[in-house]
């Protein structure tokens, strides 16, 4: 079955880095977009940023533009998101998930998305 898996999460200085894990099974990686999302405390849960499929064509919202970097290894079934320049505002769940139909630009949009991982927890304090 569908499976995403979200993993590096954890505990990190303002100014500080992470990079999240998202492995994705039970189905081909290359045809889907997958976005990143996170949801903080009393929070709805917003995009932050996803990656088309065929062309790779990435979307990164305002709030972590020039700071965050999405990423993708078709062969290995990962997708990566690489989150420098941490700020305590980034503190949130985050959760990686797939649009369902094959071979489409990617969006951000929450209610797009089909499957999702279980969150990984990103903490940025001083």
């Known amino acids: 079955q569908v499976q995403l898996v979200e993993s590096g999460g954890g505990l990190v200085q303002p100014g500080g880095s992470l990079r999240l894990s998202c492995a994705a099974s039970?189905?081909?990686?290359?045809?889907?977009?997958i976005g990143w999302f996170r949801q903080a405390p009393g929070k709805e849960r917003e995009g932050v940023s996803c990656?088309?499929?065929?062309?790779?064509?990435?979307y990164y919202a305002d709030s972590v533009k020039g700071r965050f970097t999405i990423s993708r290894d078709n062969a290995k079934k990962m997708v990566y998101l690489q989150m420098n320049s941490l700020k305590p505002e980034d503190t949130a769940v985050y959760y990686c998930?797939?649009?369902?139909?094959?071979?489409?630009?990617?969006?951000?949009?929450?209610?797009?998305?089909?499957?999702w991982g279980q969150g990984t927890q990103v903490t940025v304090s001083s």
């Open positions: 039970g189905f081909t990686l290359d045809y889907y977009a």
């Open positions: 998930a797939r649009d369902p139909t094959p071979w489409r630009a990617c969006r951000v949009v929450v209610g797009l998305y089909d499957y």
């Open positions: 990656i088309s499929s065929s062309d790779g064509d990435t």
